[in-house]
């Protein structure tokens, strides 16, 4: 029987479905292969004949412990990997419920010296083992794949909305990669290389333009990730987290490494901040064979069996209120954490004045340029040395204007004034108008509320000027007021 007492750091947690024709001794095999061709571990040879518990030394630094049991109703075939290192043990947990064809995995750390650093994140090579193998089942709403998932249809709407509201059946958690219309980079991460990152941790979904984000945002009362943001979404709830591109840029170009370990840990975030209570972990078996051992084993009277069964009841009601806390924690969890988003700043010394904006932006930092716009004009207003001046005067030196805004204004302007049709269409739709050709051409910059018709006459250059001082006073937030 296994007795330890431990206090790990789980770093890592992932649930995966097997296909039905998946047994315990399928998976063994794979457990296996990946322990004995690991080049990590110097293992010659792993024999077990499925009858009894395993607990050998299988090198050096490395231990395998097996159980294969029945628990209450389910029958349970668990192993844990433990790594010596020098300053730390690293354990992996496997544990496949035949009755589900469920397959958990967990890697925690026990640190033999005390550190403020967390330990390096490692996704265990056992799950590209099983994708490998073709042992990894379909399920849900979407795939579980290595690969990532191009959205396309009013269907993926729908879909993605139910994700963003809590209301979703995907299995895994959801990294979703918006659309990016305003750089050359459309989206922050490579999606190939993020998907196979993440393969067997979370699906990664593409979002395909930016009218699928206003679709989007409809359905999901605002709780979608645009305009190249990265959102992380946990299934069955309205967790997610936001991760900006701006933080990670550098020289116009975006540090794709450090952006695309930001993805990984908040999706492992979100995995460690949701685990299910229920689930068979190792220790939870280990407990749960220990007690029924002793039932088998132990000579007791009748009184006695009703003393132990009393206990047990006492313990289980326990155990279900802990459950209900958990839960109850977990949404609080989830709140803080959206608020905390809200308070992210690199200096810790900084105020962070956080604004409240239900629209979406027509380009990147539309509503920040705005903002600084209205505090230089008011500024402008106010008596040096008053508190009032000082405060937008303290705002105005931190924070610089983006002026993306200014770019896209002088590129309709040149736009406007092009004499091919054909090309002063195209211009206009790189700069973010939807064309309507026709007699007169209609362009709509992202909003039917903001539409202009256009003369097709080369030389009509008034009927040009005309619109672009009509397109400056409804969309330039740059101006004077």
Known sequence: MFTEEENDLIVFTTKLP???????????????????ESPHYDIKEIKYDFEEEL???TSSNTALKILNTSVKEDKVFAVRFENYEEKA?????CVFIEKTHEFLIQLSCESKSYTTKLPKLHKPHIIKLLFEQNMVAETGIYPITDKPILLADENDIEKCAKIML????????VVYLSYNSFCSFNYAVDPEAIAIKLAGVAHVLVEPDIEFSKKVKQLSDGNNAYNGFIGVYFPGTKYRDYISYNEYLKDGFIDKKTIGDAVRYAVQQAALNHCNVDDWSWDKIVL????????????????????????????DVENERLKEKIESLTKQLDSKTAQLESYRTKDNQDVKIRLQCGIQEFYADECYDFVLNVLSQAKARLVAGTRSYEIIDNILCANNPCNHGKEIFRNIEQALREKSLTRRRKL???????VEVGPHDKITFHDNKYMFTLSNS???????DNIYKEIMNLLDIYRKF
Do not use: H
């Open 18 to 36: 097997l296909k039905k024709d998946i047994d315990y001794r399928t998976v063994f095999d794979v457990i296996k292969k990946w322990l004995m």
């Open 55 to 57: 607990d050998i030394s």
């Open 89 to 93: 043990i690293w354990r992996t947990d």
């Open 166 to 173: 809590g209301e979703s059946s995907t299995y895994l958690p």
């Open 288 to 315: 749960e064979n220990a007690k029924q051992r002793f039932l088998q084993q132990a000579n007791v009277t009748s009184d006695t069996q009703r003393e132990f069964d009393d206990y047990v009841a006492a313990f």
């Open 428 to 434: 206009l739709e790189d700069c973010g108008f939807k």
């Open 458 to 464: 080369p030389s009509d250059y008034r009927n040009a």
